[in-house]
């Protein structure tokens, strides 16, 4: 196998053990019912990490996306009560802000040379504070459109639901998955966590990929509040707070370099399961008390940080051999 | 002519960089750029490949005068290089970096099948066998060098410039790596090679250009020059007769002086093999050699900047700690390192924090200079070292290369060492200012300091030196006194009696 799939290797390696585990306990877990609430569950939070992924790739990082999420939700709600656009006309406009936003942040981040830290700190504030702008109660949403996709979902054999968020978050995968792995722009991303310097030596138009990068996540952050409005059917400005970091923590478990150029977005989308895989094992027990998920999780990224560590380190011992037995071999 | 470069001049603020310099290439031919730290082959370089803007001449490429203003328009132009270090992204694979910018695609997206074979076809002729699917990360820095030529082959075709590519490779890499670069000259590129090693440059060049001090001082068919002439180009004359007519006058019988330091068996793996050198009281002792021969290696071991692996250092007190810069300073040791603007000053702080930085560090936070003793102390030495500055608080960023190479001594002069190490003193300052830190070391050897001074310029390690040691292939292999110190020993020393060759040959494979 190609050494740089080791690290997706083992995330699902591990995906595939803790299942194993789960099965082993209660046997009911290995159904398409428990599936289907996996992939419902976690949709939000896949997709913002699908952005989140990309951001990572490039050695960037989004603090602003949890903050993104509540406004978004807020958005939805205060535009569904207080007019009467259908909310495929709000969908578009709240993408349209949060898109935008993004670029804002990622050109900052470019124009200024800016840590990106800083700047989407900055953005979180910002965003958190808007949401509170527009109300500070949580609103619910009352709208037929959102009965009905909320009710929309595939019966899959089992019986498990796949519904429509679930799928948009498989979607949402597999659309990153082409950008970051088999488009010019992918590239570009890889080169620039590889190094800015030498990515733009390369030829890679730095300001204009970092925007995108933003962009990007930007997008992918409202698509995740929309998703999140439809599972929760309200809107609240004190919602998904510390979503960023849960995001990065999938990234993470997924394989990607938290530096950098290196890592895969199925690979965070199996972290994202692996994450919800814990939370279902806990509900499943019951005597659990649920604050063992985030033991459990902060023992993984450990975990997988060593991975990294040490892979990095074997890759390099690895390539010096290689050289030897190809000198010995010219001699 | 395949590339012709006619009186290209760049000036940085302070220093003129390229004065008017020449510089012929033609098609199918090897032609080495050579000089010291300096010389100006880097801005030549960048000139080139569009990373400066010149300020005059011109350069035509096949006869068409182009200025390109970026790599990338210098590569579509034709001009590739390939750098000493950055080039490619180790985290993406061979495939990915052969193609970056020109991926083949369908509908849209990146063709991977079809990337691999453009990118196997991109090696082929290289003698390489390598899976491009893997991580360049997997392969040794003479592979991705290889790669890297290949890429700037493919991307542009006609001048290929290649920028001290073979410093971190070994002997039998080297060898590889030349027989690809020969591949490429019989194919009809123009090569630009860029190194220190001489040996390299005889072993593969076709011609040789060396630049002195931003000008062209000689252009000769390889195969007519010898090593000591060549050395002499590079070293030769820079000094103002003035200068050398005040300097010391090399009697047969050099002084007596007291002894101050003593280093016994001095030495660390990989970087100085160990050497005995004993330092007088108000000695200056001239450290002679090529870049990347020893000298700084030599000081930055004196100096604890590296540990010694073996050897002691001792005064008349008894052996002393020289483990880091720390001790060193502690030992009354100072240490002004070539790059004055990395390691030197501090830019932004004023000329009184920068003449006050190592004393204070020497003192510790708690027994603080105050502001006036601060002043006071800066005072001092922009009067008596002739500082050029309007006042103790401009910042060192806006003077000169020779006003920030005073402040630098004045830091350490401040200290009162008595062992003061300077590596390149005079690099990249104008001419009045270099004739004035000479007389400096003059006057300051004259109260007892003991001073090392490493320089490329001859002249002026003549003009001030008591001793000469001479290093080369990182050893130290003559100590020139009295009336042996002449350009002439000094050159036929470093151009070395091919019989010390033999257990470091490899190097000139």
């Known amino acids: 196998m190609n ?73 939805i709600a205060v535009m569904l009560r207080d007019t009467n656009l259908h909310p495929l006309v709000v969908f578009v406009l709240l993408l349209a802000v949060t898109t935008a936003f993004g670029a804002a942040m990622g050109g900052l981040i470019h124009a200024l040379a800016m840590p990106p830290f800083i700047v989407t700190l900055a953005g979180m504030f910002l965003m958190r504070g808007l949401a509170y702008m527009l109300t500070i109660d949580s609103v619910p949403i009352n709208h037929p459109f959102y009965d009905l996709l909320d009710g929309a979902y595939w019966l899959m054999p089992g019986k498990g639901r796949l519904t429509l968020i679930g799928a948009a978050m498989l979607v949402a995968v597999a659309v990153g998955m082409v950008v970051a792995h088999r488009t010019r722009f992918g590239a570009s991303v890889f080169a620039l966590g590889g190094g800015e310097a030498t990515a733009r030596l390369m030829g890679v138009r730095v300001g204009r990929t970092t925007v995108a990068i933003y962009a990007f996540s930007g997008l992918m952050a409202g698509l995740s509040g929309i998703v999140f409005s439809i599972y929760t059917k309200s809107g609240y400005p004190l919602a998904t707070v510390g979503t960023e ?87 | 002519m395949l590339l012709t470069i006619r009186s290209l001049t760049k000036t940085f603020p302070g220093t003129t960089a390229l004065d008017a310099v020449d510089f012929d290439l033609a098609a199918g031919e090897i032609h080495a750029l050579l000089g010291e730290n300096g010389a100006g082959k880097s801005t030549l370089i960048k000139c080139l490949t569009g990373a400066y803007s010149r300020d005059g001449g011109e350069i035509s490429l096949e006869g068409r005068p182009i200025s390109p203003r970026s790599t990338s328009k210098a590569q579509e132009l034709g001009i590739g290089t390939v750098y000493q270090e950055v080039n490619l992204l180790a985290n993406l694979t061979v495939a990915q970096n052969l193609t970056f910018g020109r991926e083949p695609t369908r509908f849209g997206m990146v063709d991977a099948r079809a990337q691999k074979r453009q990118a196997e076809a991109m090696l082929e002729g290289y003698g390489l066998d390598i899976d491009v699917s893997r991580n360049l990360a997997a392969y040794s820095v003479a592979v991705r060098q290889i790669i890297a030529i290949a890429r700037a082959v493919a991307l542009s075709g006609k001048v290929l410039i290649l920028d001290e590519p ?152 008894g052996t002393f700690d020289l483990s880091s810069p720390r001790a060193a300073v502690a030992a009354g040791f100072g240490y002004a390192p070539e790059e004055r603007k990395e390691d030197g000053i501090v830019a932004d702080l004023s000329v009184r924090e920068n003449i006050a930085l190592a004393l ?57 060492p008595r062992f003061l190490i300077l590596d390149e003193p005079t690099r990249g300052i104008d001419v009045g200012a270099h004739a004035e830190i000479l007389r400096l070391i003059q006057k300051v050897t004259a109260e007892g300091m003991s001073i090392l001074i490493i320089s490329s310029e001859l002249d002026e390690l003549i003009a001030v030196s008591d001793r000469v040691i001479v290093v080369r292939d990182r050893r130290h292999v003559a100590e020139l006194t009295g009336r042996e110190i002449t350009s002439d020993t000094i050159v036929r020393a470093i151009a070395a009696p091919q019989a010390g060759r033999q257990n470091s040959g490899e190097e000139a494979a």
């Open chain 1, 3 to 75: 050494p740089r799939l080791y690290p997706l290797a083992a995330t699902i390696a591990i995906f595939a053990l803790a299942w194993a585990i789960c099965v082993m306990q209660f046997p009911t877990m290995l159904s398409t019912r428990v599936v289907g609430n996996l992939l419902t569950d976690n949709a939000y939070l896949g997709i913002v990490a699908v952005g989140m992924t990309i951001v990572i790739l490039s050695g960037g990082i989004d603090l602003s996306v949890g903050s993104v999420i509540a406004f978004s939700g807020v958005f």
């Open chain 2, 166 to 317: 073979t410093a971190s490779l070994d002997a039998r890499e080297v060898e590889t790596l030349f027989d690809v670069v020969r591949g490429l000259r019989d194919r009809g590129l123009g090569i630009v090679f860029v190194s220190h090693f001489l040996d390299q440059v005889f072993a593969l060049t076709d011609r040789v250009t060396v630049l002195r001090n931003g000008r062209r001082v000689a252009s000769e068919r390889t195969a007519d020059l010898n090593r000591v002439r060549l050395i002499e180009h590079m070293l030769g004359h820079a000094l103002e007769d003035e200068v050398i007519a005040h300097g010391k006058t090399h009697d047969a019988a050099a002084a007596q002086r007291p002894e101050l330091l003593r280093f016994e068996n001095f030495g660390r793996r990989g970087h100085v093999e160990p050497f005995d050198l004993a330092v007088g009281r108000g000695e200056v002792l001239g450290l002679a050699g090529l870049l990347g021969s020893g000298r700084t290696e030599s000081a930055e071991l004196l100096f604890g900047v590296v540990e010694a692996h073996s050897g002691a250092a001792r005064d008349e007190n």
């Open chain 2, 360 to 416: 204070q560090a020497h003192r510790g936070w708690l027994r603080r200079l105050s502001g006036a003793e601060q002043a006071r102390l800066a005072n001092n030495y922009i009067a008596r070292l002739d500082i050029r500055t309007f006042g103790p608080e401009q910042p060192v960023g806006e003077l000169s290369g020779g006003n920030q190479q005073k402040v630098v001594l004045a830091r350490w002069l401040a200290m009162n």
């Open chain 1, 245 to 331: 970091l849960t995001a990065i923590a999938a990234v993470v478990i997924g394989g990607t370099l938290l530096t950098g150029g290196a890592g895969f977005v199925f690979g965070t989308l199996i972290g994202v399961l692996t994450m919800g895989l814990i939370q279902t094992y806990i509900v499943f027990d019951g005597t659990l008390s649920s604050w063992w998920t985030k033991i459990i999780i902060g023992l993984l990224l450990l975990a997988f940080i060593l991975l990294q560590k040490s892979l990095l380190r074997l890759s390099a011992i690895g390539g010096g051999r290689a050289t030897r037995s190809r000198n010995e071999a010219a001699a």
